[in-house]
């Protein structure tokens, strides 16, 4: 879809050692006739010339498993990596997005026009619990492009600065506070969920190209979940589609391979389109990345925000593994429930 959203080898067997070369004691005992003439190379003292080196070894096969450029973090794990491979050549950004909304189109109402506002947003594989420092990476790529700054480093700062042990994130206020120090943007720190009154802020900051953390519950498909926090997980939300009465002109393109739906022209002015009221079922979706998958996500705002509202408790596996983790004071209840972060340049 035309969208405003954008090895290792095994190394080379040892050559076998070659044994120290000594003074011979006794002269060895010739060989019996039966067995075929066996070369050795001469020691360094020995008059003969020296036997020229072997060849060299050919050039390492072509990797059929490179990450491609919008990937990132497939390197530390073997498992994706073969995933990768067998899935064949990942789709780039834009063609993800139309990927994404040709397999849903008939989840879409058919009495809405729909308009997508998407940036476009590389993707980064988390490696152990990194997810909210991970969806802050993919997050600094818009606030500080082209490439925002290395995941290693906001790992460190986060770590020094008591956020985190692993890499893990129970608090949306000390992402804020990270976000703002690591990537030099603004961070606004949303609580009371995303509905209400923080509804139409929220959707306007998408439609405006900035970019949305949100925690969530996450269940087996990385969709948004209700769990009570014990699968509390993080994304990235750049995009969100929305369904509307009528698509303001001019600045407006009907998309050519989904009828109904359209897309903002690139750098021609266009109205903002009226927001969808709240409660106006399957009317607005929002589209984000997880740490767990390189595929945009498309999801119902509905269920993001439900998710969001009942994160309460800290996961009893997560309690039980023996492993250090920074909590808060109020436990996760006061670290992510009904919270969100609202990053600008």
Known sequence: MSSSCSSLLEPPAPLPRTPASQTPILPPPPLPPHLPDVAFPPSPSSPQAPVPPPPPL?????????????????????????????????????????RLLKLHKDRFRSDLQWILFCADLPSLIQEGPQCGLVALWMAGTLLVPPS???????????????????GE???????????????GCRAELLHGGLGGANREHVLQHLVAGHPLLIPYDEDFNHEPCQRKGHKAHWA???????????????????????????????????????????????????????????????????????SNLQLTDFSPSRAADGRAYVVPAGGVRAGLCGQALLLRP
Request: charged share 20%; glycine share 10%.
């Open 58 to 98: 050919p050039p390492p096969p072509p990797s059929s498993g490179a990450a491609p450029p919008h990937v990132f973090g497939l390197e530390k794990s073997q498992l994706l990596k073969e995933a990768l491979e067998k899935a064949g050549r990942v789709p780039g950004s834009r063609e993800d997005v139309k």
């Open 148 to 166: 925002g700054i290395p995941l290693e480093r906001l790992v460190q700062m986060a770590m020094e600065r008591g956020y985190t042990v692993q």
């Open 169 to 183: 994130m129970f608090s949306v206020a000390d992402m804020g506070r990270l976000a703002e120090e690591a990537l």
């Open 236 to 306: 990235v939300s750049t995009g969100v589609l929305l369904g509307v009465q009528g698509v303001p002109s001019p600045g407006y393109a009907e998309d050519p391979e989904l009828p109904g739906l359209f897309h903002p022209v690139p750098s021609v002015p266009h109205q903002p389109p009226s927001l969808p009221e709240e409660g106006s079922l399957g009317a607005v979706y929002l589209l984000s990345k997880q740490g767990k998958s390189w595929h945009y996500q498309l999801w119902d705002y509905d269920q993001v925000r439900d």
